[in-house]
């Protein structure tokens, strides 16, 4: 067999491989008190003519607690040979109306990069959601945020998720977004996202950022149908974009 057809071989098997992969339990040490302890990772492979390369891309453990109404969590992230705080906060579910949760945590963004377990999604190698403000790594940041679920009428069902950050150069981004569902368009969820800052560059520019998604959920006889679909329009006032970060 060629190397060059062993390298084929090989290449698409670890196409196939190339997945998430991750665990997790949960302990109750007392009466009320739960521990839960998770492991995930991330592995990539490239395979050239010189058989390079097979490397874990990335880790993650994370440990959090809940009593009550309370819970928490930390969250360690091994990526590119750094060891870096990922997660890092407390919640409060008050009741379905308004959960509050405060520290470092995924920000309201569009429906990919709220749905992706690792930062932004990406096609083709190209981020599709890398413009959002991103103060820390991995759509993370600084902060306090509310949400939570509402039915203002019969048969329409939403979700809120607002919050206030530490962003770019320091200033405080404002983060929002939206999502209903109707009862009269089964499967069919819309969503809303917005974010701002003012003075959000060197040079005082300020940022503003929207964008519109929607989901399509059908079952068929071979299982479940998504289609997803997206609009984003990002303002720098005149910056400069850096291709591949945020802003």
Known sequence: MSKYFTHLIVSLMTALLCATAGSA???EVA??????????????????????????DDARIKVGASKGIFSGAIQLDYSDSE??????????????LANVKAGRFKMPTDRNTQMSSYSSV????NKISSKWESPQQGNRGDGVAVSGSVTPTAGLDAAYNVGVFDGNDGGAIFAVRGSASYDKAPGLNVGLTFQGQNDAFVGGQDFIGFGIDAQYALSIKEGDLLVDAGFNTYDLDGAAYTPGTGL
């Not at 739960?34 to 003519?49: P, Q, R, S, Y």
């Not at 060891?83 to 379905?96: E, I, R, T, W």
């Not at 990406?122 to 190698?125: D, E, Y």
């Open 25 to 27: 339990a949960e302990f």
């Open 31 to 56: 009466e009320g008190t739960v521990i839960e302890l998770g492991v995930k990772a991330k592995l990539l492979g490239t395979f050239d003519d010189e058989g390079n390369s097979f490397a874990l």
């Open 83 to 96: 060891v870096f705080l990922k997660d890092g906060y407390v919640v409060g579910a008050f009741s379905d």
């Open 122 to 125: 990406t096609w083709l190698k």
